[in-house]
C-alpha cells in the first residue's frame, strides 16, 4: 500500500499563507556600527529621492512643509503598499520626509476608535508594545512626559530617545473631540 502526500494540499497552503502575509513585512532601524542608526527601513540616512523611489518603486510625493522659513521645504513622501510592521506592531501610515532632496525623517501613524465596549484601544495596546521594543533596543528613554486631562485619563504620553545622532519619538495621543485616538512613531536624523 502506498501512502501519497497531498501536494496539492500543500501547494495551496503555501500559496494562501503567502498572499495573507504579503506587504505586511518588518519595518525597522538600520543597524550600523556601534549600534549607530543608519537608516529606515530599505533607506539610509541621505540618500536622494531618485534612490529612495527605487528601493521604494511604489513612493509618491504627497506634500510641502515648511519646518524653517529660511530653508526649502521639506518633501514628504507615502507608500502606497501595504503598511509595514514595527515589532509586530501594524502602522497605518508612513511618511518618508526629505530635506534638501536628501532622506531625513520617517513618520509612522496608527489611529484606532474608541467605542463602548473598549477598554483599551490598538492605539495605546501599541504604545506599550513599543515603548518595551524601544527599551529593549536603546536602553531608557532620553526624555518622557505624562499629561493627564483628569486624575485618571490619560492624553499624551510621550518618550525620545537619542542614539548616535539620530532622535526617536514616540507618542500617544488619547481622544479629545471624537472618539479617535492615535500613536505616532518618528525617527530621522
Same mark, same amino acid.
Given at each position: 500500500?502506498?501512502? /501519497?502526500?497531498?501536494? @496539492? #494540499?500543500?501547494?495551496?497552503?503555501?500559496?494562501?499563507?503567502?498572499?495573507?502575509?504579503?506587504?505586511?513585512?518588518?519595518?525597522?532601524? @538600520?543597524?550600523?556600527?556601534? #549600534?549607530?542608526?543608519?537608516?529606515?527601513?530599505?533607506?539610509?540616512?541621505?540618500?536622494?529621492?531618485?534612490?529612495?523611489?527605487?528601493?521604494?518603486?511604489?513612493?509618491?510625493?504627497?506634500?510641502?512643509?515648511?519646518?524653517?522659513?529660511?530653508?526649502?521645504?521639506?518633501?514628504?513622501?507615502?507608500?502606497?503598499?501595504?503598511?509595514?510592521? @514595527?515589532?509586530?506592531?501594524?502602522?497605518?501610515?508612513?511618511?518618508?520626509?526629505?530635506? #534638501?532632496?536628501?532622506?531625513? /525623517?520617517?513618520?509612522?501613524?496608527?489611529?484606532?476608535?474608541?467605542?463602548?465596549?473598549?477598554?483599551?484601544? /490598538?492605539?495605546?495596546?501599541?504604545?506599550?508594545?513599543?515603548?518595551?521594543?524601544?527599551?529593549?533596543?536603546?536602553?531608557?528613554?532620553?526624555? /518622557?512626559?505624562?499629561?493627564?486631562?483628569?486624575?485618571?485619563?490619560?492624553?499624551?504620553?510621550?518618550?525620545?530617545?537619542?542614539?548616535?545622532?539620530?532622535? @526617536?519619538?514616540?507618542?500617544?495621543?488619547?481622544?479629545?473631540?471624537?472618539?479617535?485616538?492615535?500613536?505616532?512613531?518618528?525617527? #530621522?536624523?
Amino acid at each position: 500500500m502506498k501512502i /501519497r502526500t497531498p501536494v @496539492i #494540499g500543500l501547494f495551496l497552503i503555501v500559496l494562501l499563507s503567502g498572499a495573507f502575509f504579503t506587504g505586511t513585512g518588518s519595518a525597522e532601524a @538600520i543597524s550600523g556600527k556601534a #549600534g549607530s542608526i543608519e537608516g529606515f527601513g530599505k533607506l539610509t540616512w541621505g540618500i536622494t529621492v531618485e534612490q529612495a523611489e527605487k528601493a521604494y518603486p511604489d513612493l509618491y510625493f504627497g506634500v510641502y512643509e515648511m519646518v524653517n522659513r529660511k530653508e526649502e521645504p521639506v518633501k514628504i513622501f507615502y507608500r502606497s503598499a501595504s503598511p509595514e510592521k @514595527i515589532d509586530g506592531v501594524v502602522f497605518e501610515s508612513y511618511e518618508y520626509w526629505f530635506q #534638501g532632496d536628501r532622506f531625513s /525623517r520617517v513618520k509612522a501613524s496608527l489611529h484606532s476608535k474608541i467605542g463602548p465596549r473598549t477598554l483599551v484601544t /490598538r492605539a495605546e495596546a501599541s504604545w506599550d508594545q513599543m515603548v518595551e521594543y524601544l527599551r529593549r533596543k536603546y536602553g531608557e528613554p532620553k526624555e /518622557r512626559r505624562t499629561d493627564y486631562a483628569t486624575e485618571y485619563l490619560v492624553v499624551v504620553k510621550e518618550m525620545r530617545w537619542e542614539v548616535g545622532g539620530v532622535f @526617536i519619538h514616540l507618542k500617544y495621543k488619547g481622544p479629545e473631540n471624537v472618539n479617535e485616538d492615535q500613536l505616532t512613531f518618528e525617527m #530621522g536624523k
